[in-house]
């Protein structure tokens, strides 16, 4: 199975295998295995039918998933922005490969100070 929330997924998902299977049709085995919900940030905008059909802690397999923390890097990677865009296209694609490892690696070591002192996080 394949986790996805997306702030719209209720609507996003919507005839999604039509979609895809006019578009991309090598792919619609991946969408098939597909589960989607919503970020628990942005059910608040949602009826209360739709946010608890597509809240996340009801998702079997979705843990204690917010949904959110995809988005928590892309202040960092604002900053990076100037200097890929001038990149071709395996520049690029290394560059970013560095900052998401290098920011992977930073999560991981604050994790440990985290669990030690939580008001640390």
């Known amino acids: 199975r394949i986790g996805l929330t997306y702030d719209v997924a209720c609507q996003y998902t919507i005839n999604i295998k039509d979609r895809w299977q006019e578009h991309f049709p090598e792919l619609l085995e991946t969408v ?47 900053q990076a922005n100037g200097s890929v865009k001038q990149m071709n296209p395996g520049m690029r694609h290394d560059a970013l490969n560095l900052f998401y490892g290098d920011w992977n690696f930073r999560k991981m070591v604050s994790l440990s100070k985290t669990y030690i002192d939580p008001s640390a996080g």
Do not use: P
């Not at 802690?57 to 202040?75: D, H, M, N, P």
């Open 32 to 78: 098939e295995r597909m589960i989607a919900g919503v970020a628990k940030m942005h059910q608040v905008g949602h009826k209360d039918d739709c946010a608890y059909s597509w809240a996340l802690k009801f998702l079997i397999g979705a843990g204690r998933t917010s949904g959110e923390l995809i988005e928590t890097v892309w202040a960092e990677l604002n």
